[in-house]
């Protein structure tokens, strides 16, 4: 197909060579999105959740370094995934996501090695002792973890251990083993996921600082007090821009509130992240709900910029399109930065403004 010359492509839509046309970022090699924004500023990665899929506009936006330089495997690491049953361990999707990594040159934030959820029923249901739950979790951990040795640059070694309040929760590993399940964990991990790697502790509803903030904190100190290995926080970030009944009339808490939760940790001397950030809104979509989410995304912005022991923030997808919300809050969604057609969100704006106007000095 011919392609008219600039000037007489302009001439087409009515303006001249002179005429000054917004372009959107990504169209200009020399403007930096959000990865390259951050990275730029001497922060270690943006990343997205990643599910490998037929979508070549999600697939493109996550292959290019412009927004994205770290991913983390949405569902291919769980133990449902990679141990479905007892020493039977399946690793083609985790694999692909390792592979895809090294091909587009992503960080990979690896994810989950120890978790009450998506657990398979022979770990939750096995009625097993002490000994024998311990011996099941270094041969997981083992065998997952040594797989990708020193491919991860974290891993989500224990996920969601706490109740609301602060508690732990009574999970088959905690009813079993007690506490030490989690020092326990973090000793295997070390032991097998290599020097390269950073061990974080991750849950959701941190943010607030409430208990289960100072639980979270307790669980640090816990592993720290064991002499083990854990390097990092890892706050989910799973909020709202709104009062709803998913978020207990909650919403995404101020910038101050925010930068005191990271502290907590970071003060302890290990880095902080946003794991799993998204924002989500009862639907359907409006002018008012995009800014207040937006607003949002920036506030969460700011409160890893405040903390320089914060690396990272991961989105937890790209589009609207394959988000989770729906499925779980069925009148909530449009969370993430691109919406169900992959027009860039008022949040991605306000994200990347955030990171721009920081001075790493």
């Not at 990665?45 to 412009?66: F, H, M, N, W």
Request: proline content about 3%; glycine content about 6%; hydrophobic content about 35%.
């Amino acid at each position: 197909m011919h392609l008219p010359s600039i000037t007489a492509a302009l001439a087409l839509i009515g303006l001249s060579a002179a005429t000054p046309v917004d372009l959107d970022a990504r169209t200009l090699s020399k403007d930096k999105g959000l990865a390259q924004s951050w990275t730029s500023k001497g922060r270690q990665y943006i990343g997205t959740a990643l599910t490998i899929r037929d979508d070549s506009v999600e697939q493109g936006i996550i292959k290019s370094p412009t927004d994205f330089n770290s991913i983390t495997p949405e569902n291919a690491m769980k133990w449902e995934s990679t141990e479905p049953s007892r020493n039977n361990f399946t690793f083609a999707g985790a694999d692909a996501i390792i592979d895809f990594a090294d091909k587009y040159k992503k960080e990979v934030r690896c994810h989950t090695l120890v978790w009450h959820s998506q657990l398979p029923a022979w770990v939750s249901e096995g009625n097993f002792d002490n000994k024998t739950l311990i011996s099941i979790m270094e041969n997981h951990i083992k065998n997952v973890a040594g797989r990708y040795k020193n491919k991860c640059t974290h891993w989500d070694v224990v996920n969601e251990a706490l109740e609301e309040d602060g508690t732990y929760r009574n999970s088959v590993f905690y009813k079993t083993i007690g506490e030490a399940f989690i020092p326990i964990s973090f000793r295997l991990a070390a032991k097998y996921a290599g020097s390269k790697t950073k061990l974080y502790y991750n849950d959701y509803n941190l943010e607030y600082g409430s208990a289960k903030a100072l639980g979270a904190q307790r669980i640090l100190k816990l592993v720290q007090s064991y002499g083990v290995q854990i390097d990092g926080v890892g706050l989910q970030a799973h909020l709202t821009s709104e009062s709803t009944a998913s978020s207990g009339g909650g919403v995404t808490p101020d910038t101050d509130t925010l930068t005191r939760v990271l502290r907590l940790y970071a003060d302890l001397g290990v880095e902080v992240a946003y794991t799993e950030l998204d924002v989500r809104f009862t639907t359907p979509v409006t002018k008012e709900k995009l800014k207040a989410q937006a607003d949002a995304y920036a506030r969460v912005t700011q409160s890893c910029i405040n903390v320089k022991s914060c690396v990272g923030i991961t989105i937890w997808g790209v589009s609207d399109k394959y988000s989770w919300i729906p499925g779980v809050f069925k009148t909530e969604g449009a969370a993430l930065l691109w919406d169900e057609q992959f027009n860039k969100k008022p949040a991605y704006d306000s994200m990347l403004k955030r990171i721009q106007k920081f001075d790493k000095s």
